[in-house]
């Protein structure tokens, strides 16, 4: 049998649970990010985020890059790490989208051959485009490289997400691992059990069947789930713990991490 | 087609935050009137398992492998609220735990992806499979045309976002600002990927999953079969079909559109003939287009627009104006869609009666 897709499939499910557990490592760490209270970070990056879209310059996006770099040097994030999961993999995507933007955007021609012709407008907006998806996704990777999924959560409450969202949001990322690894075991002994070389509709058909398998245990899973969260006297409301506290050094970055945003925001006019 | 950061203008994520997040009110509100203890472990595990069917890698005709999106089987067992949520959570979950997908952007992709997506699969496949029996054959076709139209529908709304992009938000050099592309580009670009793979990879899920549905768990395709009873219960069905909340949604986006007039200059693209040979319009672009084509020049009074430039010329404020276009541009296509349901049902009765 063709075992590409298959593998393909069963690699994307352990990366996912590799990239979750990197991120719970590393934010046990004791780095600048991991030391402040988990709502100043969440405002802080979101806020940086937000300044990386309204800063129209490429310097001020740029100096935005540095930032994000000097705090996962200060967080103790393996740059390499960065760099080869998130730098590289940006670069290769929103570059190959940017590049024909150099010919096609019209203006002021700095390099020609005659035929085609590099205009500054084209290399300042590819430039523009890559350097700020680069900068917003890393200041994005920090805040889920240095907290702990559980944090995020109880932040977002914070933020006055509603608490219906806030736990749906856990539940599913809770039952997104169970899935996962329910749908790699089920790929797995499918494989072990097929010989020969499967046609194009019978791996269609494979692929169509796991999924409904893995619907079928979806839905009665949620029937568990309902009946154990009655027994428990669950009645649709429901209660967050929130036992935050913020000290000196939280009101310190806080404040530290606006004032960067509005600099950026004011001087990328 | 998760967008990620970067890619789209602060104010237009902040137009489709306003969208999406009145397709989750609605939603929201109409599961809560179905019994919401259930809703909670059922869309959480539903969005779990969307979430792991888009990582599947989905083996397509010609030798290719494709990414499913799975909000039409969502919208298929689910319903249209019920999927709206799952998804949702699914992509808010992509974008805050694993990265893939903008926290700007994440307004746009639940707004194209899950609200769009679902509304599309939803209606297609209702129109399509009609009143047909569980088991039919033509469930499987409806699947198929439904993901194939979701995916293109979503795909196509992502493609108009970024081409508007460099319409709207440029420096006074003329560089885009964010998604370089026009609409003339971005649209083609986009859509050729999905109306042959993305959308390919959507209709064979959706298709194989009904078909498997069929023979191994019917009672989960019941609740949106129009078909009498609900086996499963599992259909989050609203109590009913109050529109209320989409008129508040249209409202609110009427009275933003005075917005418009803060844009500097003409949309690109959109230039008046005299704007087009002006000299300040020769700088932005190259020089070969300054001068105004021949064509451009015959055909530009062929049709004089009852409101100009947003605003008829006895009204005085440019706001109000634009205000008073939105409400005759509404009220326009509610009337056709008015006729359109009056011809419709005139129709229906007439087949009854014969």
Known sequence: ?269 | MHIPDGYLSPSTCATLYVGAAAGWYSALRRLKRALFTRVIPLISVFAAFSFVVMMFNLPLPGGTTGHALGVTIAAIVLGPSGAILALSIAIAIQALFFGDGGISTLGANCFNMAIVGALVAYGSYRLIAARATLTSKRRVVAAVVAGYLAVNASALLASIEFGIQPMLFRDAAGTPLYAPYPLSIAIPAMMIGHLTFAGMAEAVISAGLVAYLQVADPGLLRGTSGLQGDATGVTLRPASASLQRLWVAIAVLMLLTPLGILAAGTAWGEWSPAELASAAHAVRTSDASSVVPAGLEKLSNLWTAPFPAYAPSFVRSRGFGYLLSAMFGVGLLLIISLLARLVLERRRHTEGMS
């Not at chain 1, 690699?11 to 557990?21: E, N, Q, S, V």
């Not at chain 1, 949001?169 to 790699?184: C, E, H, K, P, S």
């Open chain 1, 1 to 269: 049998m063709s075992r590409g897709f298959v593998e393909a499939t069963t690699i994307g499910f352990a990366r996912a649970l590799t990239r979750a557990m990197l991120s719970e490592e590393t934010a046990r760490k004791r780095g600048l990010l991991q030391s402040l209270d988990v709502r100043v970070r969440l405002v802080g990056l979101l806020s940086l985020v937000l300044a990386v879209t309204l800063s129209r310059k490429i310097s001020v996006v740029g100096a935005l890059f540095a930032v994000a770099i000097l705090l996962a040097v200060l967080s103790r994030v393996n740059l390499f790490m960065l760099a080869k999961r998130v730098w590289l993999i940006v670069l290769g995507f929103t570059g190959v989208i940017a590049i024909p933007a150099l010919f096609t955007t019209p203006g002021r021609i700095i390099v020609s051959n005659g035929t085609i012709a590099i205009t500054e407008q084209g290399l300042r907006t590819a430039s523009l485009l890559v350097l700020r998806v680069e900068t917003a996704v890393t200041f994005t990777t920090l805040l889920i490289l240095c907290t702990p999924w559980t944090h995020v959560l109880k932040a977002l409450r914070a933020l006055r997400l509603p608490k219906e969202a806030i736990t749906m949001l856990a539940m599913t990322y809770r039952y997104v691992f169970l899935l996962v690894d329910t749908a790699g075991q089920m790929l797995e002994s499918r494989r072990s059990r097929t010989v020969g070389v499967l046609t194009g509709p019978e791996q269609r058909q494979m692929t169509a069947r796991t999924a409904g398998v893995l619907l079928s245990k979806s839905v009665a899973l949620s029937n568990d789930v309902y009946l154990a969260m009655e027994s428990r006297g669950f009645r649709g409301d429901v209660q967050i713990l929130s036992n935050f506290r913020m000290t000196m050094w939280d009101y310190l970055g806080l404040l530290l991490f606006l004032l960067a945003a509005a600099l950026a925001v004011w001087m990328g006019r």
